[in-house]
């Protein structure tokens, strides 16, 4: 069966980076553009990155534009989302879908706090 097991989160203080992965099964994961949301409490669901199936094109929001990056490694069935100068505003916990289908994964919790 399909499945997104996101990882990586954790607490870390401003300024710092982190590094999410997105593992997938269950589906020919190249084939989907994949994207990055995030979710803190209180607030709706906020789309943080898109990238295509072969990876050769990625959107951020203004947000995270210059801060955050996504890449996928297709033979390792992986999307990665490197966030980079985070700020107490960028907690939340961060899911991953695969667009077209509406599958995602169960989220990992991302704090900054100092």
């Known amino acids: 069966q399909v499945q997104l097991v996101e990882s990586g989160g954790g607490l870390v203080q401003p300024g710092e980076s982190l590094r999410l992965s997105c593992a997938a099964s269950?589906?020919?994961?190249?084939?989907?553009?994949m994207r990055w949301y995030r979710q803190a409490p209180g607030k709706e669901r906020e789309l943080v990155a898109t990238?295509?199936?072969?990876?050769?094109?990625?959107n951020y929001a203004d947000s995270v534009k210059g801060r955050f990056t996504t890449s996928r490694d297709n033979a390792k069935n992986t999307m990665y989302l490197q966030m980079n100068s985070l700020t107490p505003g960028d907690s939340a916990v961060y899911y991953c879908?695969?667009?077209?289908?509406?599958?995602w994964g169960q989220g990992t919790q991302v704090t900054v706090s100092s």
């Open positions: 269950g589906f020919t994961f190249s084939a989907y553009a």
């Open positions: 990238i295509t199936g072969a990876g050769g094109s990625t």
């Open positions: 879908q695969v667009f077209a289908k509406n599958w």
